[in-house]
């Protein structure tokens, strides 16, 4: 029942009619189809009340033109602590609302209010419009608050999923690649039982890598980075025990490299030969089959400089930009002269995110004359975090 005390502004209209538009908003709600998992009287109404109230008190604050403007552009100031509007999409995702359920009930109170407000209010009044634009301005940023607080949820449940899955897949991959080992060491066995074994412990391997990569993405998506465990090594040695094996497995390609004597910098060497593989490889995968791949360690005062060049297709202009993404290359076609790529197309992604926690650089260059050329640039003097990394 409406309280016909003619208030005097939306504000007002909304704090003493709360009960009545909370109804009207559940019976609402109750509409939505499909029906949540969950949803009783105390969770339709948990934070919605929270939410008209911090509305109806922003109706009472005065906006300039320039908060105004920045409001409808979606730059209002942040909250120090969680809204109410993010703690409902919080509640509403775990009780298994849809984003299309979290939306539909801010239209239900839009229109709840809106609806009570236009039959009760007196027409002529100076404030209307001005109210309602403000309530539309608390309401479109409510909304926008609960489905950001909602996507961020989802994407961090399910990189969780993904760091779950890729570590409780490293103990049946292991059980496998062992018993491969074993056979293929066996000498009571048919050499085509051997080479099956060999193949099965091949493709551990390569599965192997690719948790490995599944793993560092959803480390650097959960927020804890690439853990690096950074001490002096020797740079240039590195490089030629990368390359070394990438000519073993690429025995009819030419990699050229001339190693420097010595190049020593603070870092992690295992984690640098991960990104220094994954140059070489990508190089090797997309460069031109005739033409060498071209590795180069250039030595300055402050820095050192590694390059991995190949001849092959120019990037786009328009793409070059996106190389480090990840998943780029899952949209991308396969070459028609070389084997089909079986990457999550990561590898470049991880391997940049590896050189920022050595607080080093990655850059790509792509043309005509030169072809493409990856490049990092490692200091030779480690910032305060990495010394104080190594001394734990």
Same mark, same amino acid.
């Given at each position: 029942m409406l309280h016909h005390t003619a208030p005097v502004g939306l504000s007002d209209f909304i704090l003493v009619n709360m009960e009545p538009i909370m109804?009207?908003?559940?019976? !609402?709600?109750?509409? &939505?189809?499909?029906?949540?998992?969950?949803?009783?009287?105390?969770e339709l109404r948990d934070h919605a009340k929270l939410m008209?109230?911090? &509305?109806?008190?922003?109706? /009472?604050?005065?906006?300039t033109g320039f908060e105004r403007q920045e409001k409808a552009q979606g730059r209002a100031p942040s909250a120090k602590e969680d809204t109410a509007a993010e703690t409902h999409a919080e509640a509403r995702l775990l009780s298994g609302y849809s984003i299309e359920?979290?939306?539909?009930?801010?239209?239900?109170?839009r229109a709840s209010v809106l609806s009570m407000w236009t039959a009760e209010a007196k027409p002529g009044l100076a404030s209307d419009m001005d109210d309602v634009?403000? !309530?539309n301005e608390g309401i479109d940023q409510a909304l926008a608050e609960s489905v950001a607080r909602y996507a961020q949820m989802v994407k961090q449940s399910e990189n969780m999923f993904l760091a779950i899955l890729g570590h409780d897949l490293r103990n049946p991959l292991g059980t496998v690649t062992t018993?491969?080992?074993?056979?293929?060491?066996? /000498?009571?066995l048919p050499g085509k039982y051997v080479l099956a074994a060999t193949r099965i412990f091949n493709s551990g391997q390569r599965m192997g890598k690719l948790i490995a990569d599944l793993i560092d993405f959803t480390r650097t998506h959960l927020g804890a980075g690439i853990p690096i465990r950074p001490k002096r090594m020797n740079l240039a040695e590195v490089c030629l025990n990368v390359i070394d094996e990438l000519? /073993?497995?690429?025995?009819?390609?030419?990699?050229? !490299?001339?190693?420097?004597?010595?190049?020593? &910098?603070?870092?992690?060497?295992?984690r640098l030969a991960q990104v220094l593989s994954n140059m070489i490889g990508n190089a090797l995968q997309y460069g031109t089959r005739d033409q060498p791949i071209r590795v180069r360690l250039s030595p300055k005062p402050d820095d050192v400089c590694i390059s991995v060049n190949n001849m092959g297709p120019v990037i786009p202009a328009k793409t070059i930009g996106s190389v480090f993404d990840p998943l780029v290359r899952l949209a991308m076609?396969?070459?028609?002269?070389?084997?089909?790529?079986?990457s999550l197309g990561i590898g470049m992604f991880i391997?940049?995110? &590896?050189?920022i926690a050595h607080a080093g650089t990655m850059h790509v260059e792509s043309n005509d004359t030169d072809g493409t050329t990856f490049s990092i640039r490692l200091p030779r003097k480690p910032p305060q975090r990495l010394r104080r990394e190594d001394a734990q």
């Amino acid at each position: 029942m409406l309280h016909h005390t003619a208030p005097v502004g939306l504000s007002d209209f909304i704090l003493v009619n709360m009960e009545p538009i909370m109804q009207a908003w559940e019976d !609402f709600a109750r509409t &939505i189809e499909p029906p949540a998992l969950t949803m009783d009287d105390t969770e339709l109404r948990d934070h919605a009340k929270l939410m008209l109230r911090a &509305i109806a008190l922003d109706l /009472t604050t005065p906006q300039t033109g320039f908060e105004r403007q920045e409001k409808a552009q979606g730059r209002a100031p942040s909250a120090k602590e969680d809204t109410a509007a993010e703690t409902h999409a919080e509640a509403r995702l775990l009780s298994g609302y849809s984003i299309e359920q979290l939306v539909s009930e801010y239209r239900a109170l839009r229109a709840s209010v809106l609806s009570m407000w236009t039959a009760e209010a007196k027409p002529g009044l100076a404030s209307d419009m001005d109210d309602v634009m403000r !309530f539309n301005e608390g309401i479109d940023q409510a909304l926008a608050e609960s489905v950001a607080r909602y996507a961020q949820m989802v994407k961090q449940s399910e990189n969780m999923f993904l760091a779950i899955l890729g570590h409780d897949l490293r103990n049946p991959l292991g059980t496998v690649t062992t018993g491969a080992t074993y056979m293929m060491r066996a /000498t009571d066995l048919p050499g085509k039982y051997v080479l099956a074994a060999t193949r099965i412990f091949n493709s551990g391997q390569r599965m192997g890598k690719l948790i490995a990569d599944l793993i560092d993405f959803t480390r650097t998506h959960l927020g804890a980075g690439i853990p690096i465990r950074p001490k002096r090594m020797n740079l240039a040695e590195v490089c030629l025990n990368v390359i070394d094996e990438l000519r /073993t497995s690429h025995p009819e390609r030419i990699i050229d !490299f001339d190693p420097a004597m010595r190049e020593d &910098i603070h870092g992690d060497d295992s984690r640098l030969a991960q990104v220094l593989s994954n140059m070489i490889g990508n190089a090797l995968q997309y460069g031109t089959r005739d033409q060498p791949i071209r590795v180069r360690l250039s030595p300055k005062p402050d820095d050192v400089c590694i390059s991995v060049n190949n001849m092959g297709p120019v990037i786009p202009a328009k793409t070059i930009g996106s190389v480090f993404d990840p998943l780029v290359r899952l949209a991308m076609p396969d070459r028609q002269d070389g084997p089909a790529d079986t990457s999550l197309g990561i590898g470049m992604f991880i391997a940049r995110q &590896i050189v920022i926690a050595h607080a080093g650089t990655m850059h790509v260059e792509s043309n005509d004359t030169d072809g493409t050329t990856f490049s990092i640039r490692l200091p030779r003097k480690p910032p305060q975090r990495l010394r104080r990394e190594d001394a734990q």
